[in-house]
């Protein structure tokens, strides 16, 4: 029996998970989730503790794809992804005190978490469509980690043509240059004449346009909607678990939150068979989430740039899959919830609200509070943590309570991604870039700047296709 996907708004079709890879959002505007889930006993656990991170990562991916991929090519596809990564451990632990952790999820090639699921898709994506004979184009907007994330992720992807929209002269030089000194004939950065909500509406506009590409080609997502990033996010939940030998004992993660795919995955290994205590939504001035499960209102508010601008959000997509669960998997019920959402507020009734309360802990910053957590670790431990991992660890120890549970903080960014907000702490040291990326300012960008028109990037796009 392999597991099937359906739409969390019960109406679009059922997929295999070939499909949904290719899919982003469904027919009917929800969001892919998995018919039913793998579980893992303590067994399978303990069996499981010496596997490399490329091992570890076939147990925990391979029920979700099922037999779309055969076993030896997906087995290759992973080696080939986690060998990428700069750490032999991939995603190496740091003890900060007791019983609390830092998981470095920044040791892939863009410095951000998001190398964990864009490194795998895109070969993925690239095995899948040399089987069907197929070319896609991956269309995306960003305001900074993901579009390098995801460029790196497929720049070498025969199949794929992508176009990455970014607000021209609103982006950091550190992450623009990640994105614009990839040279490849299939990687064509777009500087927009607006900001980053003029690109990502472009993006949503292209999705449900008439076809502007060249033969009927096929658009693709690749942002955090699309199931095989969560999926791949699984993994490490696992990882720092068994490593840490936490098969019976308790753990707790805290997660720098945005979108809330990342912690939908650790909420997911939770029902997969790990001990996890608490997962901590860990969010910035951007607080729906925390707003949402202390006081009852899912509610938008104007967004407010912050010092952790992967964090800036005002709705936070992912939510939707676990508003889902919430709603007891009827499309229906979350129809309707989605559609009071879009007309204002969603207000949880007192049993939803207590059961989101179950799941989750929450914690907000301040720019504030950040600055002053990136220099409190450095002073107490000598570590240097780049602002969306600062919210983390505060987070975590305002929500550790009397728990004896080991509190895991998922560093989602090395802090040579964010060298101004370092210095704003005022702790007077800086962050180098590793090797890889030390001559990054000497390098060459390419990137084409357009007007915020959606024709002319239309237009752009499809001349530029490979044939
Ligand atoms: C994307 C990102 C986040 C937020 O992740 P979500 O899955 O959207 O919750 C946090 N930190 C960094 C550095 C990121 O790039």
Redesign the pocket.
């Known amino acids: 029996m392999s597991i099937r996907y359906v739409s969390t708004r019960g109406n679009g079709p059922e997929l295999n998970f070939e499909d949904v890879l290719l899919a982003g959002l469904a027919s009917d505007g929800g969001l892919y989730v998995p018919t039913s889930l793998p579980h893992f006993s303590k067994e399978d656990l303990l069996a499981m503790r010496e596997m490399s991170y490329a091992e570890l990562a076939y147990e925990i991916v391979a029920p979700f794809v099922g037999p779309c991929i055969a076993e030896s090519d997906l087995r290759a596809i992973l080696n080939d992804t986690y060998a990428e990564f700069r750490h032999p451990a991939v995603a190496p632990l740091v003890q900060l005190e007791d019983n609390q952790w830092v998981l470095e999820l920044f040791q892939g090639p863009t410095l ?3 190398d964990f699921a864009l490194q795998l898709l895109g070969r993925l994506l690239d095995h899948v469509l040399d089987r069907r004979g197929e070319k896609v184009v991956i269309m995306g907007a960003t305001s ?3 579009g390098s994330a995801a460029i790196e992720g497929c720049k070498r992807c025969d199949n794929i043509d992508m176009f990455i929209l970014h607000p021209h002269e609103r982006v950091s030089d550190v992450q623009r240059r990640q994105m614009t000194t990839v040279i490849a004939p299939n990687i064509h950065n777009i500087a927009v004449q607006g900001n980053f909500d003029d690109c990502q509406a472009m993006v949503k506009a292209s999705f449900v346009a008439e076809p502007f590409l060249p033969d009927g080609r096929r658009l693709v997502a690749v942002n ?1 909607i699309n199931w095989a990033r969560i999926m791949a996010q699984i993994v490490y939940y696992f990882y720092s678990a068994l490593a840490l030998e936490r098969i019976e004992a308790p753990i707790s993660f805290s997660v ?8 939908f995955a650790g909420y997911l290994a939770k029902q997969m068979g790990l001990p996890v205590e608490k997962l901590v939504i860990a969010t910035n001035r951007n607080d729906v989430l925390h707003r949402v499960l202390t006081q009852g209102t899912y509610s938008r508010l104007l967004l407010e740039p912050s010092l952790s601008p ?2 800036d959000i005002t709705v936070s997509s992912n939510f939707e899959r676990l508003l889902f669960d919430l709603a007891g998997r009827d499309g229906a019920v979350l129809s309707r919830w989605m559609d009071e959402f879009s007309n204002g507020d969603l207000t949880l009734s007192e049993p939803v609200l207590a059961q989101a309360k179950s799941l989750f802990d929450s914690h907000r910053c301040s720019d504030e509070e950040t600055c002053e957590e990136i220099a409190n670790v450095w002073e107490n431990n000598s570590y240097l943590v ?1 602002p ?1 991992t600062a919210i983390g660890t505060k987070a975590a120890r305002a929500c550790q309570g009397d728990s004896s549970a080991i509190m895991v903080t998922l560093a ?2 090395h802090p040579a991604k964010f060298p101004a907000s370092i210095e704003a702490s005022g702790i007077g040291v800086t962050a180098d870039l590793p090797p890889h990326l030390a001559d990054l300012f000497e390098r060459v960008e390419t990137y084409e700047v357009l007007p915020n028109d959606l024709a002319d990037v239309q237009r752009y796009m499809a001349e530029n296709c490979r044939a």
């Open positions: 951000a978490f998001k900074g980690d993901t955090s720098p939150t945005g979108n809330f795919g990342d912690i992967s964090m780049d969306h989602t960014a």
